[in-house]
């Protein structure tokens, strides 16, 4: 039983990820982004592998 509910509680988690991405898009959308909310945003899709070698 608590698998099954650790797995809802996961793709609920996933769920709202999602909701709150495309709020963030569309709030950019209407209001623009500021330049630290584009480097957030590229930050979050870069490769684990390049965020190693900026630490580095």
Known sequence: ???????QEAHGIGQIEHQLNNQMEAAAEIQGQSKLDQEIKKATHRHPDQLNKRSE
């Open 1 to 7: 039983m608590a698998k099954s509910q650790q797995q």
